[in-house]
Antibody
Framework: QVQLVQSGAEVKKPGASMKVSCKAS????????MHWVRQAPGQGLEWMGW????????NYAQKFQDRVTMTRDTSISTTYMELSRLRSDDTAVYYC???????????????WGKGTSVTVSS | EIVLTQSPATLSLSPGERATLSCRAS??????LAWYQQKPGQTPRLLIY???NRATGIPARFSGSGSGTDFTLTISGLEPEDFTFYYC?????????FGGGTKVEI
């Protein structure tokens, strides 16, 4: 079955960087864009950007433009999201989420990873 | 960026009743709007996309309508598992944005 398996929880100090992985299985990895979305404790959802696993092309939300990098390794069907210069308000659950369609992205998300909890604290 | 405002913040209903959730966009998003359900401690689940299309496996009691700036998610006949959080999301403009959510409670 289609599955996205994310890396485990992290605790980081302010100013550090984090890198979350998302391993896909059960479908053609390069056919679907992958989004990253975060959710702060008790808050709503915030889109961070997407990566095209086929080309490596990316599109980031302007809010994160200077701090986020999304990459992929097609040999192991895995995407990565790295966020630098962490602040306390980056404390959140980070989700990878597959785009809805394979024949051109629709920018809706139909399969989600279980999330990676990241705590930023001194 | 496009701001999505969901109302009400909390909707108190009983099982079997009809739920009507609203999502208003700060500018037109055409029909490029989705609805997600999220249960506490779980991942979001896509319910509706392009305003009115049910995602795969979503029960027929969930329906979406609207275009432009005003959208509605209707749950006709609430089941016990429907009492949770709902979010709208637009894909008309970058960045993709979500609404603040509506909690449907018993």
């Amino acid at each position: 079955q289609v599955q996205l398996v994310q890396s485990g929880a992290e605790v980081k100090k302010p100013g550090a960087s984090m890198k979350v992985s998302c391993k896909a299985s059960g479908y053609t990895f390069t056919a679907y864009y992958m989004h990253w979305v975060r959710q702060a404790p008790g808050q709503g959802l915030e889109w961070m950007g997407w990566i095209n696993p086929n080309t490596g092309g990316t599109n980031y939300a302007q809010k994160f433009q200077d701090r986020v990098t999304m990459t992929r390794d097609t040999s192991i069907s895995t995407t990565y999201m790295e966020l630098s210069r962490l602040r306390s308000d980056d404390t959140a659950v980070y989700y990878c989420a597959r785009d809805l369609y394979d024949s051109g992205p629709r920018f809706y998300m139909d399969v989600w990873g279980k999330g990676t909890s990241v705590t930023v604290s001194s | 960026e496009i701001v999505l405002t969901q109302s009400p913040a909390t909707l108190s209903l009983s099982p079997g009743e009809r739920a009507t959730l609203s999502c208003r966009a700060s500018q037109s998003v055409s029909s490029y709007l989705a609805w997600y359900q999220q249960k506490p401690g779980q991942t979001p689940r896509l319910l509706i996309y392009d305003a009115s299309n049910r995602a795969t496996g979503i029960p027929a009691r969930f329906s979406g309508s609207g275009s432009g700036t005003d959208f509605t998610l209707t749950i006709s006949g609430l089941e016990p598992e429907d009492f949770t959080f709902y979010y709208c999301q637009q894909r008309s403009n970058w960045p993709l944005t979500f609404g603040g959510g509506t909690k449907v409670e018993i």
